[in-house]
């Protein structure tokens, strides 16, 4: 892997390398202070968020090690429900590699995953549910399904009420995430839960790795909602790396 951006002022530094994990995490590290919502996405070079409904034959070797170093820096792992069930999403594990610096920040072993749903159409028998080492949220709307909520609680899910719609509203459940003391949080979409932060500002920064490949069909872009903004939502570029052709991107919202 190799940085890029911002250009080293010294011309070796360009050099590809290995980049250990403790490298990586302090490259990403996230502000000192306050709320931050960062989403880590994959992308196609021709602008699919998945190939077959799926992103994993999107990514690398060295995607998932930043995905994993991403992980391992977030208080809490929020997703939509489609992308749960798409993806097969299981609990965040504990790896030994970020215990340490897990301790000194005041974290857990492993994030808790935080589930975006209206519906509440979900199977709470999956791991992700029943076996987590860390409780597993559920973000939903004041007016979701009783009958599904009666369900999630009485399988011991901790539901989170953030908004007063059927779904969660993503502002409210940036703060109700805060609240708990989830200060550093990490998307991980789908599309339409990352359309639904961006559109309400509370998006911070977005780490977008662009795959050398061209996914064809009609897959979503990263964030696909049902109408524009009056205007495009303006990203600020942070860092560009690389690796066998992926570009590793960081932008921060203006």
């Not at 992308?43 to 998945?50: C, H």
């Not at 999403?89 to 897990?102: E, H, K, L, Q, V």
């Not at 007063?164 to 993503?170: F, H």
């Amino acid at each position: 892997m190799r940085r890029l951006l911002p250009v080293p002022a010294d011309p070796s530094a360009l050099a590809d390398r290995e980049w250990s994990l403790d490298e990586l995490a302090d490259a990403y590290a996230y502000p000192a202070e306050g709320v931050w919502l960062r989403a880590n996405m994959v992308s196609s070079a021709d602008g699919a968020a998945s190939f077959a409904g799926r992103s994993q034959a999107l990514s690398s070797e060295a995607d998932m090690r930043l995905f994993g170093v991403l992980r391992g820096l977030a208080d809490v792992v929020v997703v939509g429900a489609e992308t749960v069930r798409l993806e097969g999403y299981r609990p965040a594990r504990a790896r030994a590699a970020f215990a340490a610096r897990r301790a000194a920040a005041g974290q857990g072993p492993a994030p808790p995953v935080a589930v975006l749903s209206a519906s509440l159409d979900l199977d709470f028998s999956l791991p992700l549910f029943s076996a987590p080492a860390v409780p597993t949220l559920l973000l939903t709307g004041a007016q979701a399904p009783a009958e599904r909520l009666a369900a999630a609680r009485a399988a011991g899910v901790e539901v989170v009420v953030a908004g007063r719609g059927r779904g969660a509203d993503p502002a409210a459940a940036v703060v109700a995430l805060a609240e708990r003391g989830h200060r550093r949080l990490l998307t991980e979409g789908g599309p339409t839960a990352l359309e639904g932060f961006a559109r309400a500002g509370v998006l911070d920064e977005l780490c977008l790795t662009l795959a050398p490949l061209a996914a064809l069909g009609d897959a979503p872009r990263i964030m696909h909602g049902a109408a524009p903004r009056a205007q495009p939502l303006g990203l600020g570029l942070e860092s560009v790396m690389e690796e066998a052709g992926f570009l590793f991107t960081r932008y921060r919202r203006f």
